[in-house]
T-cell receptor, first 110, second 114 residues
């Protein structure tokens, strides 16, 4: 069974400080991993995916298969980064079932 | 994005009543999903559909019914609402032919069962 764990419900950081939102997964095959973000009063939207190896809004995430982790990082937090972040996993073939973690609320303190 | 909409956006109902939440998408995405969002549980999949007339259970299907007679619509029905079904419900869609496995979410429906 596929599983996503986000150990922190709430993460508070000061503006300008580095951010790391933790995500660990369990999956027997080759997973596709994503981070979704939900800003206040907005719908959930894709932030980034590991296959693209992209940086979106200054955020990056590296898939570490040895540690089965996909932590989201940003070197300098901004107030507008305050939001709910969900790590998600799906299988790489066939049915597009996505398993979401429980989410981490990021609070950036001015 | 106006591509996927949900109605109503807010709903208050009484225990035991039947409630239907609507979801409509204009992209002709083959896959559609229903999730519920609860504190401490994140997003949990209720039902999904791979195409019209093809639906299957997700993680928490009990007490819910879905149908998909048309590609663009995926209604979710609570047959006899219970207080434990108070939640925010999100509909999503995706297509294997576009961004790989990215799901597009609707704005959500906040349902309160009294």
């Amino acid at each position: 069974a596929q599983r996503v764990t986000q150990p922190e419900k709430l993460l508070s950081v000061f503006k300008g400080a580095p951010v790391e939102l933790k995500c660990n997964y369990s999956y027997s095959g080759s997973p596709e991993l994503f981070w979704y973000v939900q800003y206040s009063r907005q719908r959930l939207q894709l932030l980034l995916r590991h296959i693209s190896r992209e940086s979106i809004k200054g955020f990056t995430a590296d898939l570490n298969k040895g540690e089965t982790s996909f932590h989201l990082k940003k070197p300098f937090a901004q107030e507008e980064d305050s939001a709910m972040y969900y790590c998600a996993l799906t299988n790489s073939g066939g049915y597009q079932k996505v398993t979401f973690g429980t989410g981490t609320k990021l609070q950036v303190i001015p | 994005d106006a591509g996927i909409t949900q109605s109503p956006r807010y709903k208050i109902t009484e225990t035991g009543r039947q409630v239907t939440l609507m979801c409509h998408q204009t992209w002709s995405h083959s896959y559609m999903f229903w999730y519920r969002q609860d504190l401490g549980h994140g997003l949990r999949l209720i039902y999904y559909s791979a195409a019209a007339d093809i639906t299957d259970k997700g993680e928490v299907p009990d007490g819910y019914v879905v149908s998909r007679s048309k590609t663009e619509n995926f209604p979710l029905t609570l047959e006899s609402a219970t207080r434990s079904q108070t939640s925010v419900y999100f509909c999503a869609s995706s297509s294997p032919g576009t961004s790989i496995y990215e799901q597009y979410f609707g704005p959500g429906t906040r349902l309160t069962v009294t």
